[in-house]
């Protein structure tokens, strides 16, 4: 942590150096009704070591998930991450670079946005990805633009109330001033039902957003769902887990046309919610519509390999009027952390993971309703993750005396799901051991 002096030496000089005589002639332009008319209530100055162990203090009030035995999801895991993601992402050639809009960025940037797309592609089996997006969140209302710009269709997006809550949010924000109208399909069993889709899908839909796994864990019946998209002529949106991917089927494979996700699983750590990275891959067709970085693959005047920023026209530093979003970065640490880890992992290492992840997901939703208190909500396939139901409707409580003994048990549901306030859900990742997940069930109060 950096520290450096303030003393009024300092300032005065700064004020010189702006032209200003006391501090009071920067608050001008704020009404001296407005402004506070007493000192901050703060500490008086401290020196670097007294400042150090005030930080560390307050520190320690966080729950971290490294102290404790994390069992937390909703779109932020504690999966492993090996140490040659670190290793290779902190290096300073890396690590200090920022979002590439110049032609001349360097080429070890754009050779790993390249390859992060390469990666992007084979796991999802899409044609083609951007060099990512801010986070899940903005991916999601990134491909829902896209739908609305391919098919022209400005009135209707379909989604279900299985769909991250926060991306419904960020959705119905976005839509708010462009005259669309969110159609949000109960799920009442926890996943959806194909013929409540059929009833809502018409000439005016732009597109349909499944979410698979979904966000209470639960797979969805995502076969011919595509089909029937697609005879309404309307897009299906996916969004998924990627660590899922090494056991499920790719979304290039069910027939969606955009896929998006959290990346925030491959190689990146849980960092108290962000920041994270947004994954975003479509059809070729749709490549020049795609928003953020595309980084591509050319030979120089001599005839070697080299790569650069592509299809810059669509965006908006060349073009503002044909912009295909307002975008303006890109995530490319996190980004090349992701391609870090999917090389290191591999097909092999990502099914292991997935595999692990839904095995012990299941022994912990066994081990948890032993209890007569508990109960499994749905009875729907799951993958990492589950939904419990407390039987005394005490959930707050539970996850308190689970925090008491250093398990941070899941996340209550209530605060997004009035119907599911007696219910929170349970994630469990490979990292788990057999005797964490047991401590878990014992933690939780009868």
Not at 37 to 42: F, G, N, S, V
Not at 106 to 124: D, V
Not at 220 to 227: M, R, Y
Request: charged fraction near 20%; aromatic fraction near 8%.
């Amino acid at each position: 942590m950096p520290y450096f002096l303030n003393n009024q030496e300092d300032q005065q000089a700064m004020l010189a150096a702006i032209g200003a005589t006391s501090i009071d002639d920067l608050l001008e332009s704020i009404p001296d009704s407005m402004r506070l008319k007493r000192p901050l209530d703060m500490r008086p100055p401290m020196s670097e070591l007294e400042l150090t162990q005030h930080m560390e203090q307050l520190a320690q009030r966080n729950a971290q998930g490294t102290k404790h035995r994390c069992f937390l999801g909703g779109g932020s895991y504690d999966h492993f991450i090996p140490s040659v993601v670190d290793a290779i992402a902190t290096r300073a050639e890396f690590y200090t670079s920022y979002t590439p809009y110049q032609p001349e960025v360097s080429q070890g940037n754009l050779q790993a946005m390249f390859e992060y797309q390469t990666l992007i592609c084979q796991l999802t089996g899409m044609d083609v990805s951007n060099a990512s997006l801010y986070d899940g969140g903005s991916a999601t209302i990134e491909a829902v633009l896209l739908s609305m710009s391919v098919t022209r269709r400005h009135r209707k997006v379909i989604t279900t109330t299985s769909l991250h809550p926060e991306y419904r949010q960020v959705i119905q924000t976005y839509l708010a001033n462009l005259d669309a109208e969110l159609v949000t399909i109960p799920t009442a069993g926890g996943r959806l039902e194909p013929s409540a889709l059929s009833a809502e899908l018409d000439d005016q839909v732009a597109c349909v957003l499944i979410q698979h796994p979904n966000f209470f864990g639960n797979l969805e019946p995502v076969d011919g769902i595509a089909e029937q998209v697609h005879q309404a002529g309307a897009l299906l949106v996916s969004v998924f887990d990627p660590i899922s991917l090494g056991i499920l089927r790719r979304p290039g494979d069910l027939g969606v046309d955009v896929a998006v996700a959290e990346g925030q699983s491959l190689g990146n750590p849980m960092q108290f919610g962000g920041p994270y990275l947004g994954i975003m891959a479509c059809r070729e067709r749709f490549v020049r519509r795609l928003p953020g970085r595309i980084a591509g693959q050319t030979v120089d005047r001599r005839g070697r390999r080299c790569w650069v920023l592509t299809l810059q026209t669509r965006e908006q530093h060349i073009r503002r009027d044909k912009a295909t979003s307002n975008i303006c970065t890109n995530q490319g640490l996190f980004a090349l952390r992701a391609a870090i880890y999917l090389s290191w992992m591999g097909p092999h290492g990502l099914q292991e993971t997935a595999t692990l992840c839904t095995q012990k997901a299941h022994y912990a939703a066994q081990r948890i309703t032993e209890r007569d208190r508990y109960n499994l909500k749905f009875a729907a396939p799951m993958f990492k993750e589950f939904v419990i139901q407390d039987k005394q409707g005490q959930v707050e409580q539970a996850l308190k005396k689970a925090h008491a003994g250093g398990c941070l048990a899941g996340i209550a549901l209530g605060r997004w799901y009035p119907e599911l306030k007696d219910c929170f859900l349970v994630a469990v990742t490979e990292k788990r051991t057999l005797e964490e997940i047991d401590q878990l069930a014992d933690c939780l109060p009868d």
